[in-house]
């Protein structure tokens, strides 16, 4: 197929077939097969340029998230490998519903998928400017998080829907998880725990004592102590 047969499909300037940018209007191009002949055309073109038949958009679809947080155009779902993301084309911004990320979460091979898509079309944009912004799906505004509270890449979640990651957070975020992030974030997250657990156990251990010496010095020993003994055992015993 001859480079000059593809033209982009926002402004009609001729295109290589291999950019993933139009340097005339900036439009991000994207390759697929025609229906029909099955030659390579640009998503997006209603009709191919060899054939002339319609032309199909596959793996790429109105999403039903709504529109995006930040730009406020409507989002469009990548399929990767069978993984849905909704991405803004304007600013790359990506919405993940709550199962999907797990999914990318628990699957190397997942994550390197995404990773690679990534990589193909985000064209770093500056960073967008940092402020709360509403859920796609439920339009409540969304919590700021430290992902996995170690990562350094703060992300925007709604508990009940999805994550919302700003253009370049989701790569960094599946590479903090491929250079074991989670399991570091877990064993820290447990040492809290059991720092925690030991300091509450001490301060009920200083309560005993303190509660033991007061009964002991009262005038009616035969009740109010034998309970502070039995508590202080009890509580030696736990």
Same mark, same amino acid.
């Given at each position: 197929?001859? *480079?000059?047969?593809?033209n @982009?499909?926002?402004?009609?300037?001729? *295109?290589? %077939?291999?950019?993933?940018?139009?340097?005339?209007?900036?439009?991000?191009? #994207?390759?697929?097969?025609?229906?029909? @002949?099955?030659?390579?055309?640009?998503?997006?073109?209603?009709?191919?340029?060899?054939?002339?038949?319609?032309?199909?958009?596959?793996? *790429?679809?109105?999403?039903?998230?709504?529109? @995006?947080? &930040?730009?406020?155009?409507?989002?469009?779902?990548?399929?990767?490998d069978?993984?849905?993301?909704?991405? @803004?084309?304007?600013?790359?911004g990506?919405? *993940?519903?709550?199962?999907?990320?797990?999914v990318?979460?628990?699957?190397?091979?997942?994550?390197?998928?995404?990773? #690679?898509?990534?990589?193909? +079309?985000l064209?770093?944009?500056?960073?967008?400017?940092?402020?709360?912004?509403?859920?796609? +799906?439920?339009? /409540?505004?969304?919590?700021?998080?430290?992902?996995?509270?170690v990562?350094?890449?703060?992300?925007?979640?709604?508990?009940?829907?999805?994550?919302?990651? %700003?253009?370049?957070?989701?790569?960094?975020?599946?590479?903090? +998880?491929?250079?074991?992030?989670?399991?570091?974030? &877990?064993?820290?997250?447990?040492?809290?725990? %059991?720092?925690?657990?030991?300091?509450?156990?001490?301060?009920?251990?200083?309560?005993?004592?303190?509660?033991?010496? /007061?009964?002991?010095?009262?005038?009616?020993?035969?009740s109010?102590?034998?309970?502070?003994?039995?508590?202080?055992? %009890?509580?030696?015993?736990d």
């Amino acid at each position: 197929m001859k *480079v000059e047969a593809l033209n @982009c499909p926002n402004c009609g300037a001729g *295109v290589a %077939d291999k950019s993933s940018k139009c340097s005339h209007c900036n439009t991000r191009l #994207k390759t697929m097969s025609c229906p029909s @002949c099955y030659g390579t055309i640009f998503q997006g073109s209603k009709f191919c340029a060899l054939c002339g038949s319609n032309a199909v958009r596959p793996n *790429v679809s109105d999403n039903k998230a709504g529109n @995006c947080p &930040r730009c406020k155009t409507g989002l469009q779902t990548l399929d990767i490998d069978g993984i849905q993301l909704d991405e @803004c084309e304007r600013c790359e911004g990506i919405w *993940v519903d709550i199962d999907t990320f797990e999914v990318i979460c628990a699957n190397r091979e997942n994550q390197s998928a995404v990773l #690679k898509k990534l990589e193909e +079309i985000l064209t770093h944009p500056k960073k967008a400017k940092i402020q709360y912004v509403p859920c796609p +799906i439920c339009g /409540h505004l969304m919590n700021r998080n430290n992902f996995a509270k170690v990562s350094g890449v703060i992300i925007d979640t709604c508990k009940g829907h999805g994550v919302w990651f %700003d253009a370049e957070e989701l790569p960094l975020v599946i590479e903090f +998880i491929r250079k074991g992030g989670l399991e570091y974030s &877990r064993q820290k997250e447990k040492a809290h725990l %059991d720092a925690e657990r030991s300091r509450i156990k001490a301060e009920q251990f200083t309560k005993s004592v303190d509660r033991f010496k /007061h009964e002991s010095a009262s005038p009616f020993p035969q009740s109010k102590q034998s309970l502070a003994i039995r508590q202080f055992i %009890d509580f030696i015993l736990d």
